[in-house]
């Protein structure tokens, strides 16, 4: 019987390209080998469960924590990674991202993506032959929202039951992910933004029918202080995302209702209790430490709320580095660890 839960939830060769891919078993399968991973990581078991597997890390967009997370899985495990960005590649310039695709897959084992297009990782996934990994795309950040779920699950010791509300800009890319993978795990979703900033209708349908298939609620709130009221988590994210630099003063406009303060925290009833922690996917402008907050002081988080003791934010980014082993091992590697 055992073996064959392994076999049901077996994601040998697979790509990830978003967290809709993914089972409800799979979810809860990547999220316990992470969770085991972490474990062996902390007690220094040495493993070589991606040893002589090369991993292609393709980025269009900066980053530090997938970038870090990846290469660290990867050597961790004995696999090696090499790094290029989008000016060490002909991707989509002098060569066809198809072309491209069926070169790295005749050399490398599995690719790691981080750009724009989420075309662009598809491409990649069906030309490749080899385990493509979304590391962030304009459309989706499934790698992120498997970190988010492990940390909640980690201070909650469930994810069925609670709720999550995620201030802020809710169209991008972490919210709609987070959006997907708190509901296939029964959590109750807010999703609280200026009506400028709603997802689309399409996604919105979609989002509705995964809430009813798994008994939780979706809700579209343009409230904080009513959004947050017997929430578990408050997750923010930038109000800029890459690329939408220019439309700073527009943005900040916009969102400075749905700063995360502490009040907006007490405002949940579960701040006395304990029963409530804050969440940010990060780079957070949290302070006046950056060029940006330099000019324009804290934006999406104030100081207060980023640097308290129920910010769990720093454990969130370590559980990068977890779930994207966890990921990496799942998908390449020969042993089966639960």
């Known amino acids: ?55 292609a890390m393709i980025f269009e967009k900066p980053s530090t924590r997938t970038r870090s997370a990846c290469t660290v899985a990867a050597v961790d495990e004995g696999g090696s990674v090499e790094y290029m960005d989008i000016h060490d590649l002909h991707l989509g310039k002098k060569e066809s991202i198809r072309d491209s695709a069926r070169v ?32 962030l795309t304009d459309d989706s950040h499934p790698t992120q929202t498997l970190a988010d779920l492990m940390t909640i699950r980690e201070n909650f010791r469930k994810l069925r039951g609670l709720k999550v509300a995620y201030i802020g800009d809710g169209r991008n890319n972490v919210c709609i992910s987070l959006m997907v993978g708190c509901l296939k795990s029964g959590i109750d979703f807010v999703d609280c933004t200026p009506r400028k900033l709603m997802p689309d209708l399409k996604v919105l349908r979609q989002v509705e029918a995964i809430a ?63 029963r409530v922690i804050f969440m940010h996917c990060l780079p957070a402008l949290h302070n006046s430490e950056t060029e940006v907050t330099r000019q324009t002081g804290a934006l999406e988080v104030t100081d207060e709320v980023f640097e308290a003791p129920f910010s769990k934010v720093f454990e969130q980014s370590e559980n990068r580095l977890h779930t994207i082993k966890a990921i990496m091992v799942a998908t390449l590697s020969r042993e089966e660890l639960i």
């Open 212 to 274: 009813a298939a798994h008994d939780c609620s979706l809700q579209i709130s343009h409230q904080p202080n009513l959004a947050v009221q017997n929430a578990n988590v408050i997750y923010t994210d930038t109000w800029i995302s890459m690329g939408e630099e220019k439309k700073l003063a527009e943005r900040i406009k916009l969102l400075k209702p749905y700063q995360v303060t502490m009040k907006l925290m007490d405002a949940t009833g579960n701040l006395k209790d304990r």
């Open 1 to 55: 019987m055992k073996s064959k839960k392994k076999a049901m939830v077996s994601l040998k060769g697979r790509s990830l390209l978003k967290l809709s891919d993914l089972s409800d078993a799979e979810i809860v399968y990547l999220i316990d080998l992470a969770g085991r991973l972490k474990e062996m990581k902390r007690r220094r078991m040495q493993r070589n469960g991606l040893l002589r597997k090369n991993i």
């Open 104 to 135: 790295l897959g005749g050399m490398f084992d599995g690719i790691m993506f981080r750009g724009f297009k989420q075309e662009t990782v598809e491409t990649l996934a069906r030309y490749s032959g080899i385990p493509v990994w979304n590391g």
